[in-house]
């Protein structure tokens, strides 16, 4: 999605869970509703724990990708 704008990005990498959601919970509360959240992590198990943190949150996932044994989210702050 080209037309996304990051507001701000996480290095989660080297984070075992559930660091990699808290610190996720903590950068949300920085960026404004409407905007976006770029996370990167390596721990195997984020893929499932984001995809359960943003539908118990409300928030949306909006896309995730993998390159090598780095894991890219972008999540958009809905509240």
């Known amino acids: 999605m080209s037309d996304i704008k990051i507001a701000n990005t996480l290095d989660a990498r080297n ?12 950068a949300m509360m ?7 959240l770029e996370i990167l992590a390596t721990d195997p198990g984020s893929e499932a724990d984001f995809q359960a943190w943003t539908r118990s949150t409300g928030n949306e996932l909006i896309e995730h990708s993998v390159d090598g044994s780095v894991y890219r989210y972008i999540i958009k702050r809905n509240k």
């Open 30 to 36: 920085a960026i404004g509703i409407g905007e976006y």
């Open 15 to 26: 984070m075992s869970c559930p660091l990699p959601i808290l610190k996720t919970k903590k």
